[in-house]
């Protein structure tokens, strides 16, 4: 009896933990994504750190989202240094691998000119006085769009409409004005 007690253990036992590993692993999603984005809220491109906040049973995920981008760009004929830095709050809903994506963030860059002294600049109705410091822009923007993520530890590619909501008189009365505007990404989820 003692033998086949320590046959079945030798047996048995591995097995119940390989099946156990594999069913895990199988089941297992991945929480975490960094991911580079080509336009978006980023503006041009940003690189982006993702993580799965909530997650319910009903296939609905909430997903935190952080992005920065730095860029040299010329603004009305003058030469700026960009830093931009994006936060995101998205819902996904989808099942294993697909989801449907929505969700809104803001964005905030820094724009440095290379050359001073600029005193003045307008541009279609835009007047900003630079001073020899710095330029801020801040936006809010929605997304719209379709989420593959391979689980786990797989690939990540997004695309999505990513209408921005920018500030556009910075005297008297302050605007905001309606742009349209996209995205793509590729990345790792993990």
């Known amino acids: 009896m003692n ?22 692993n199988d089941s297992a999603e991945s929480k975490n994504a960094i991911y580079a984005e080509m336009f978006g809220n980023g503006f041009f491109y940003s690189l982006n750190y993702d993580r799965c906040i909530v997650k319910l049973n009903t296939g609905l995920k909430i ?11 010329e603004l009305w004929q003058a030469p700026f ?16 691998e697909h989801f449907f994506e929505t969700g809104f963030g803001y964005s905030r860059s820094l724009n440095v000119p290379k ?4 005193t003045l600049i307008d541009f279609a109705s835009i007047q900003l006085d630079i001073n020899d410091n710095l330029i801020i822009f801040s936006n809010f923007n929605l997304r719209i769009g379709y989420r593959f993520q391979r689980n ?3 690939l990540l590619l997004r695309i999505a409409f990513t209408p921005m909501f920018a500030r556009t008189g910075y005297y008297s009365p302050i605007k905001y004005s309606l742009i349209p505007w996209g995205g793509i990404c590729i990345g790792h989820a993990f």
């Open 3 to 24: 033998s086949v007690f320590k046959v079945a253990l030798f047996y048995f036992i591995p097995s119940l933990t390989v099946n156990g590993m594999q069913t895990q």
């Open 63 to 73: 997903n935190g989202r952080f992005g920065v981008s730095y860029y040299d760009t």
């Open 81 to 96: 240094t960009v830093l931009n830095a994006s936060s995101e709050i998205n819902c996904l809903w989808g099942r294993k």
């Open 115 to 118: 050359y001073k002294p600029y």
């Open 152 to 154: 786990p530890d797989g």
